[in-house]
């Protein structure tokens, strides 16, 4: 093998190790920060995580006053793999964090809030879709798809849904399926002080709606 082919390697080499470092490094951060912001805002009384290959996210459980229970689930990129980069830049891939409130009373009807995305990347899988009443709005320069059955909580919903910081919002919905109000975050990154604020406002707006 030349000169030539072996210094390609040692660069290549170099890359994917310097990659997988800063990349490793910086989800390991993000999940300190992402848990220490839902623990702030959730004030939970006992915790249980569950970390997922290493460094893409975890799954926890909370028990919080109020709620039989609260799980997340974080989900993030793969930094450390250089392979991966290119493909997120082209598949649009973010962090996903999933917030999931279980209500100790039953939810009226179902309801889902859903922020448009280009090329509908972020499209959520709804099973029953096509029994829901569907509406499309706009406001802040964002366009959103309303999914409802007999509108119980539409005005509410909206007036809150207008209130909020909207740069991590992709869906918000209430299931009767099992009484859970649902919230996915999506972004390339959360910001702690801006994450802990949306959460505590999603907490209260779940006390305020069933309680």
Do not use: C
Request: proline content about 3%.
């Amino acid at each position: 093998m030349s000169f030539k082919y072996i210094f390609i390697l040692i660069i290549i080499s170099f890359i994917i190790s310097v990659v997988y470092l800063f990349g490793y490094r910086k989800n390991v951060k993000l999940m300190k920060e992402i848990a220490q912001a839902l623990e702030k805002s959730l004030k939970p009384k006992d915790q249980l995580y569950t970390y997922l290959g290493g460094v893409l996210g975890f799954s926890a459980d909370y028990k919080v006053e109020g709620f039989k229970k609260i799980t997340a689930n974080l989900r993030l990129i793969p930094r450390q793999s250089a392979l991966y980069l290119p493909f997120m830049f082209l598949t649009s891939g973010k962090d996903s964090l999933q917030i999931l409130f279980w209500l100790n009373k039953p939810a009226k009807e179902e309801f889902h809030i859903i922020k448009k995305s280009p090329l509908n990347l972020h499209k959520p899988k709804i099973f029953n879709r096509d029994k829901l009443k569907k509406e499309t709005i706009k406001f802040n320069n964002n366009e959103f798809e309303i999914l409802y059955e007999n509108e119980p909580y539409n005005k509410k919903l909206m007036k809150f849904i207008e209130s909020i910081d909207l740069e991590y919002f992709n869906h918000l919905a209430i299931t009767t399926e099992n009484n859970i109000v649902y919230v996915n975050l999506i972004s390339y990154g959360f910001d702690n002080k801006k994450l802990e604020k949306l959460v505590t406002t999603f907490k209260e707006l779940s006390l305020k709606l069933f309680t």
